[in-house]
Structures are given as structure tokens and as C-alpha cells.
Nanobody, 120 residues
């Protein structure tokens, strides 16, 4: 089994910064990609950013130039540095990892979510 745990988040004023961290643990044989989604009240969950083990990144247009995703393959961790935050960034942020155990299939694993609130 694979567990995904996020940390970070909180309340910040518009223009401020926050950093989210996520660690995947368990019987991991391979994990790729890792990423972050978010869900605001009344809206669908959307991709924020993802990163492959080779370092290729993908960002939502709304966060390009403000957010940076990074990854430590040896530790199975991923971080999301969020700068120049806007009230519209307010959401629950979820870490996700596609992973498999040595003899198991690929599955998507999700963290419990962490609240990010940006005040105007």
C-alpha cells in the first residue's frame, strides 16, 4: 500500500507566498508522476502542476510564472512553491502520485488535502 501525506498550507494575504510539501511512502516500486490538484468550493478539482521523475513539468495556465513544482526522487517527495498568491488560488490542495508496488498495477494515490486561503 502507498500513503500520500501533505503538509503546509494555511492563510496568507494576497501577494504572499506559501509552500506545500508532500511525501509518498509505503511499498513503492515506482512512482511517476507526482503532482498537485486543487478544488475550490463549488468547482471541479483541477490540475495545478505535475512533475515526472525526469523533471518534466506541467502547469495550469492560471499558475504559470507564480508556482513552481519540484521533486526529490530519492525521497518520493514533491513540493509546490506558491508565490504572488491571489484570492482565486483559495482551495483545498491535494497531492497525488501515480505509483505501483513491485508486483502490483499502477494506481493513483491521493493525500487528504490541505487548505490554502488567500485573503484580499
Amino acid at each position: 500500500q502507498v500513503q500520500v501525506v501533505e503538509s503546509g498550507g494555511g492563510l496568507v494575504q494576497a501577494g504572499g507566498s506559501l509552500r506545500l510539501s508532500c511525501a509518498a511512502s509505503g511499498s513503492i516500486f515506482s512512482i511517476d508522476p507526482m503532482g498537485w490538484y486543487r478544488q475550490a468550493p463549488g468547482k471541479q478539482r483541477e490540475l495545478v502542476a505535475s512533475i515526472t521523475s525526469g523533471g518534466s513539468t506541467n502547469y495550469a495556465d492560471s499558475v504559470k510564472g507564480r508556482f513552481t513544482i519540484s521533486r526529490d526522487n530519492a525521497k518520493n517527495t514533491v513540493r509546490l512553491q506558491m508565490n504572488s498568491l491571489k484570492p482565486e488560488d483559495t482551495a483545498v490542495y491535494y497531492c497525488t502520485a501515480k505509483a505501483r508496488t513491485r508486483f502490483g498495477p499502477w494506481n493513483d494515490y491521493w493525500g487528504q488535502g490541505t487548505q490554502v486561503t488567500v485573503s484580499s
